[in-house]
């Protein structure tokens, strides 16, 4: 078929009848699809059960140190957590602390730290005119929610394929000292699956913001989350916390990795690395708010995984169940979609999500249409500040929770949602 632009009017107008009895039929169908979140499907969570027998009543529960697991103590983590965890992101060991269960949760606090008590001695945020954070879009969406929530500014900032624009990043924290942040998910970015560049990276780690106690949140959410066993050699990001102290400015950096997507989300452990200067000022932070994390859990993902090897192996096992669903999703596009000039979509080789541009004005009509017939897919302009989407365009798919069934009716319904949308703005124009 050949590119809608193309089409006349009265092909359009047939089309549409078409497109529209194919969409009554779906409608007919009281479907109930959900690829809203990124969310492990259950074959992906099965690969962790094992995880639930490492423990039991005969279990020794103390660790490689010597120390009783089940008591209070070490608020920053079991040293083998610490070692795993680091090794994920290329860190070292001694720069993490090893929190909970979810790393939203972290950044969360350091956020709301900043806000009451200040970084390393500058004022709180929250005595300030004026708190900014630069926010590359597309992004994550609960980034985005944290700044709205704490009431922070979001400066939008073109997402490319090597990451951020950074002459765009280094002259706006240049320029202006109530820019205290930036927003990063550097491997596989949500939600286009890019990876910065190792320029972008060091570019990074050579900034100059204005503000004192500027920070860079790396979200490194999907470091070991690979599509391709070829591309855990060849894609590697470098260290930031090394390239930063290298540069002179160790302090500059948070960095956040957690197993959420690697066992249990929910139930999985978390960390944050940093320079000696900001562990200590978090862990001051940190004694009075907690006298230590889950250290049962902690050792219960060091039994099961082991080690760096072992979490490769497992990995490996996540990316190949990945893979097909993205498959699925992917060939659906091409097949129906491909040559019709109505939809762009991203090749990532890991992380969780495709993103997909429609023609400009048409992603909130296609959410919606998809949710009249029974599709949640994640709501136009979520992956922009404030969600709104400029181009109102973008719309993340997340391909991993349903079932191989339930994913081929759902790219289906998408499609077609896609088409009829499409078929009506361009008519607009006829």
């Given at each position: 078929?050949?590119?809608?632009?193309?089409?006349?009017?009265?092909?359009?107008?047939?089309?549409?009848?078409?497109?529209?009895?194919?969409?009554?039929?779906?409608?007919?169908?009281?479907?109930?699809?959900?690829?809203?979140?990124?969310?492990?499907?259950?074959?992906?969570?099965?690969?962790?059960?094992?995880?639930?027998?490492?423990?039991?009543?005969?279990?020794?529960?103390?660790?490689?140190?010597?120390?009783?697991?089940?008591?209070?103590?070490?608020?920053?983590?079991?040293?083998?957590?610490?070692?795993?965890?680091?090794?994920?992101?290329?860190?070292?060991?001694?720069?993490?602390?090893?929190?909970?269960?979810?790393?939203?949760?972290?950044?969360?606090?350091?956020?709301?730290?900043?806000?009451?008590?200040?970084?390393?001695?500058?004022?709180?945020?929250?005595?300030?005119?004026?708190?900014?954070?630069?926010?590359?879009?597309?992004?994550?969406?609960?980034?985005?929610?944290?700044?709205?929530?704490?009431?922070?500014?979001?400066?939008?900032?073109?997402?490319?394929?090597?990451?951020?624009?950074?002459?765009?990043?280094?002259?706006?924290?240049?320029?202006?000292?109530?820019?205290?942040?930036?927003?990063?998910?550097p491997k596989y970015s949500n939600?286009?699956?890019?990876?910065?560049?190792?320029?972008?990276?060091?570019?990074?780690?050579?900034?100059?913001?204005?503000?004192?106690?500027?920070?860079?949140?790396?979200?490194?959410?999907?470091?070991?989350?690979?599509?391709?066993?070829?591309?855990?050699?060849?894609?590697t990001l470098p260290d930031i916390?090394?390239?930063?102290?290298?540069?002179?400015?160790?302090?500059?950096?948070?960095?956040?990795?957690?197993?959420?997507?690697?066992?249990?989300?929910?139930?999985?452990?978390?960390?944050?690395?940093?320079?000696?200067?900001?562990?200590?000022?978090?862990?001051?932070?940190?004694?009075?708010?907690?006298?230590?994390?889950?250290?049962?859990?902690?050792?219960?993902?060091?039994?099961?995984?082991?080690?760096?090897?072992?979490?490769?192996?497992?990995?490996?096992?996540?990316?190949?169940?990945?893979?097909?669903?993205?498959?699925?999703?992917?060939?659906?596009?091409?097949?129906?979609?491909?040559?019709?000039?109505?939809?762009?979509?991203?090749?990532?080789?890991?992380?969780?999500?495709?993103?997909?541009?429609?023609?400009?004005?048409?992603?909130?009509?296609?959410?919606?249409?998809?949710?009249?017939?029974?599709?949640?897919?994640?709501?136009?302009?979520?992956?922009?500040?404030?969600?709104?989407?400029?181009?109102?365009?973008?719309?993340?798919?997340?391909?991993?929770?349903?079932?191989?069934?339930?994913?081929?009716?759902?790219?289906?319904?998408?499609?077609?949602?896609?088409?009829?949308?499409?078929?009506?703005?361009?008519?607009?124009?006829?």
């Open positions: 078929m050949k590119a809608y632009q193309h089409m006349t009017k009265a092909e359009l107008l047939t089309l549409k009848k078409d497109l529209e009895a194919q969409f009554e039929d779906m409608k007919s169908r009281r479907l109930s699809l959900d690829m809203s979140r990124g969310k492990p499907g259950e074959d992906q969570l099965a690969l962790s059960m094992g995880m639930m027998d490492v423990l039991n009543s005969s279990s020794d529960m103390k660790n490689e140190t010597g120390e009783d697991t089940r008591n209070y103590g070490m608020v920053d983590g079991l040293p083998e957590a610490k070692k795993l965890l680091a090794e994920m992101v290329g860190a070292e060991p001694e720069n993490v602390i090893v929190f909970g269960n979810a790393s939203l949760s972290i950044m969360f606090d350091a956020i709301a730290r900043s806000m009451t008590h200040g970084v390393m001695g500058n004022t709180p945020w929250a005595k300030l005119d004026q708190v900014k954070f630069l926010c590359p879009s597309p992004g994550y969406d609960r980034h985005f929610s944290i700044c709205e929530y704490f009431n922070i500014e979001m400066i939008p900032v073109e997402m490319t394929e090597n990451g951020p624009d950074m002459d765009a990043v280094e002259k706006l924290v240049a320029e202006d000292a109530a820019i205290k942040g930036i927003w990063c998910v939600p286009q699956g890019y990876t910065y560049s190792t320029e972008t990276v060091e570019r990074f780690s050579r900034l100059e913001p204005k503000a004192k106690d500027f920070r860079i949140f790396w979200d490194n959410a999907y470091a070991v989350h690979h599509l391709y066993e070829e591309t855990e050699r060849q894609d916390l090394s390239l930063c102290k290298k540069a002179g400015k160790p302090d500059m950096v948070y960095e956040f990795v957690s197993t959420s997507k690697v066992t249990f989300p929910g139930s999985g452990i978390c960390m944050m690395a940093a320079s000696e200067g900001n562990r200590k000022e978090i862990l001051n932070h940190l004694r009075i708010q907690t006298i230590g994390h889950d250290k049962i859990n902690q050792l219960r993902h060091i039994r099961f995984l082991k080690d760096m090897d072992g979490l490769r192996e497992h990995m490996k096992k996540q990316g190949a169940l990945t893979l097909t669903k993205f498959k699925v999703v992917w060939d659906a596009l091409e097949q129906e979609l491909g040559g019709l000039e109505i939809g762009t979509w991203t090749y990532p080789k890991g992380g969780y999500f495709i993103s997909f541009d429609s023609l400009e004005g048409c992603a909130k009509a296609i959410v919606a249409k998809a949710k009249e017939a029974g599709l949640v897919v994640t709501p136009a302009g979520a992956t922009y500040p404030y969600g709104k989407d400029p181009k109102d365009s973008n719309i993340r798919i997340a391909p991993t929770y349903p079932s191989l069934d339930e994913l081929a009716l759902a790219g289906q319904l998408f499609i077609l949602c896609v088409k009829l949308v499409s078929v009506d703005k361009i008519l607009e124009n006829k």
